[in-house]
């Protein structure tokens, strides 16, 4: 889902080094190295924004609260992260990764911090260095590294190569999506309590995000439906009650996960029942092996003759984990087939002027047998 994305960040940004200690890093550190090792890559460079930044996090553990942030990290010796944020900042921004040189990235040379670290590559051969999340990287930006660079340095895309964050989630990982999802249980909980008690959407949305920034959640995504399903929008701040059913999209993230679910509330519909029976089928389909485009077709069958809801954009779900979306859509030209112990959002709806508006989610990890439902949409009435 497309989600409006907040312009101040808040929420309990920590390293939880009781759940991710350092050696879980370093074992994301190996499946990198081997990637160096066999693209001739003597570092690698990632970039990370306040939008995006799984790849940053995932293997540093640091989330940019304001711009953006890069993390060098060499093949041997030590790494460095740069983030634009002002000196004063310093002290908590260390206390959020395992990586000890952490420098600002602020005021009108700091591409000068670059050239030191660049400097360890001595010699006069060409460095290959490989990058991650740089397709997302400022024009401005990209030409500033590039003049920390020089010309002795050759930058290789290394996002082709090399999937991160690992579509397999390690044990530790499955740990804070559990998490997610139990704070996401909680702020659905009180988003059904607060629309049986108001019938205002917008006011069942804004008490479910201050539940879930009560239980240290670092982000919060809402959507929610005005016009009885037909259509999702942001928050508008109308407050305005309506009758019909309630229907919206939560997403929240803990500890740098994210968890999210479709809700539809109020009267038992065509809709609804059949998205209900399509979901069912979804899950009981999902395996490991199972090929997406599979997928899709089934929820097709079972939702016919009525079409997806077009919230959805063609899609019955995708991964999930330190993106709301990692990897591709599950849509009809997917060639994706479903991994054990990948974690998963999987999504059905339809929206019909006579049969009615629905739209349901459910999580779920993959085991070596079937999947595991780690949270599902409420109950309707």
Known sequence: MLTMQPSVTLGSYVWAQDRLPYDEYTLRLDELHAAMDRNGWQGVVVYGDVREHAQLAFLTNYIPRVRWAMALLPRKGDARLIGAMSARDLPAMRGLTWIADVQSGMGPEWDKTFAPWFARFGGDQVVKLGTLGFDIVAPALYQAA??????????????????????????????????????????????????????????????????????????????????????????????????????????????????????????????????AAALDALIAAARPGARVAALHAGVLAALAPYRLHGALSGSVGHAIGYSLHEGAEFDAASRVTMLADGVYT??????????????????????????????????GE
């Open 346 to 379: 999987l999504q059905v709806g339809m929206s019909d002027a006579g049969a009615g508006h629905a739209l349901l989610s459910a999580m779920v990890r993959l085991t070596p047998n079937g999947s595991e439902v780690l949270l599902r949409s409420p109950a």
């Open 146 to 275: 590039l003049r920390g660079l020089g010309e002795r340095f050759r930058l290789e895309r290394a996002d082709d190569v090399l999937a991160l964050p690992s579509a397999r989630k390690r044990p530790r990982e499955v740990t804070m999506i559990r998490a997610a999802c139990k704070v996401l249980d909680a702020a659905a909980r009180e988003l059904v309590a607060s629309w049986r008690r108001s019938h205002a959407p917008e006011t069942a949305v804004l008490d479910a995000e201050h539940a879930a920034r009560s239980l240290a959640a670092q982000d919060v995504r809402t959507l929610v439906s005005l016009d009885g399903g037909r259509t999702l929008v942001p928050f508008q701040g109308r407050f305005e009650e309506r009758a019909g059913p309630l229907i919206g999209y939560l997403a929240v993230k803990v500890t740098g996960y994210w968890s999210d679910m479709f809700v539809t509330l109020g009267p038992v519909t065509p809709a609804s029942r059949q998205c």
